[in-house]
C-alpha cells in the first residue's frame, strides 16, 4: 500500500468534488470542458518549474511512496497532483460562488494586491539567493500585477477568501506529502532554498505557491466558461 500513498492523496482530494460535480443543484460537470481547457493550461508553466527545480535539487521525491512511474523526472502522481488539487479548489470556488453572496471581499481587491505585492517584492529582494523563495514570490508578484491592473479582475478579493477557507484542506494533504504522520516526507526540500520556516510541516512558500496557482486557474477557467462570463 505505501507505494500508492501519493496516488491515494490525489484520488481522496478529488473524489468527493467529483461526485457532487453531478449533483443537480451543482451541475458542475457542465463545466468540466472549461476547467480542463484552463487547468492543462496552467500546468504547463508549473510543471516546466516542478521538472527543472526537481532537476536542480531544490525538491525531490521519496520514491517509497510513489509507483515509480515517471515522466520527465517526475512521478506521475505529481502530473495528477497539477489536475486533481486544481478540480477540488475550483469546484469549492464555484459551489462557494454559487450559494452565498461573496461579493463584499471584492472590495479589499486593491487592499489585498497593494500589501501582497509590496510585501512578496521585497522577500524577493531580501531573500533572491534562495531559488524558491525568490521565485515563488516574483511569479506571485507578478499574477497579482497582471490580473488586477491588466485583466481588471474584480474578484480577487473573493478568491482570495476562498483560499483562505481551502486552507482546512491545504493544510492536511501539503502536511502529508511534506511527512506529517509518515516515516518520512514525499516532497522533501533542500533548506538552502527556501526560507525554512514551516506550518507544521508545510514551508511557508507552498502555500504562496498554491495561491497563485488558484489564482491562474480561477482566472482561465472564468475566461473558458462562456457561461460564467456572461454571468
Request: aromatic share 22%; charged share 10%; with cysteine.
Amino acid at each position: 500500500m505505501k507505494p500508492y500513498t501519493y496516488l491515494l492523496i490525489n484520488f481522496l482530494t478529488v473524489i468527493v468534488c467529483f461526485i457532487f460535480s453531478f449533483d443537480k443543484r451543482i451541475q458542475f460537470y457542465k463545466h468540466f470542458p472549461a476547467f480542463f481547457k484552463a487547468a492543462l493550461l496552467v500546468a504547463v508553466p508549473f510543471i516546466g518549474w516542478d521538472i527543472y527545480f526537481t532537476k536542480m535539487g531544490v525538491w525531490w521525491f521519496n520514491t517509497s511512496y510513489t509507483t515509480g512511474i515517471t515522466l520527465f523526472g517526475l512521478p506521475v502522481e505529481e502530473w495528477l497532483f497539477f489536475i486533481c488539487i486544481p478540480f477540488s479548489c475550483v469546484f469549492t470556488y464555484f459551489c462557494l460562488d454559487k450559494f452565498f453572496d461573496l461579493s463584499w471581499a471584492d472590495a479589499f481587491n486593491t487592499i489585498i494586491v497593494f500589501v501582497s505585492v509590496i510585501t512578496l517584492t521585497l522577500i524577493a529582494l531580501l531573500h533572491y539567493d534562495k531559488i524558491y523563495t525568490f521565485v515563488t514570490a516574483a511569479a506571485t508578484t507578478l499574477t497579482l500585477i497582471f490580473l488586477h491592473f491588466f485583466a481588471r479582475a474584480q474578484w480577487i478579493g473573493k478568491a482570495s477568501l476562498v483560499f483562505f477557507i481551502l486552507m482546512l484542506g491545504f493544510l492536511p494533504v501539503n502536511g502529508v506529502l511534506t511527512g506529517t504522520g509518515l516515516e518520512a516526507p514525499i516532497v522533501n526540500y533542500n533548506p538552502r532554498d527556501f526560507l525554512n520556516i514551516r506550518v507544521l510541516t508545510i514551508p511557508l512558500e507552498d502555500a504562496v505557491y498554491g495561491y497563485t496557482q488558484f489564482l491562474l486557474n480561477i482566472y482561465f477557467f472564468k475566461r473558458m466558461s462562456p457561461r460564467l462570463m456572461k454571468n
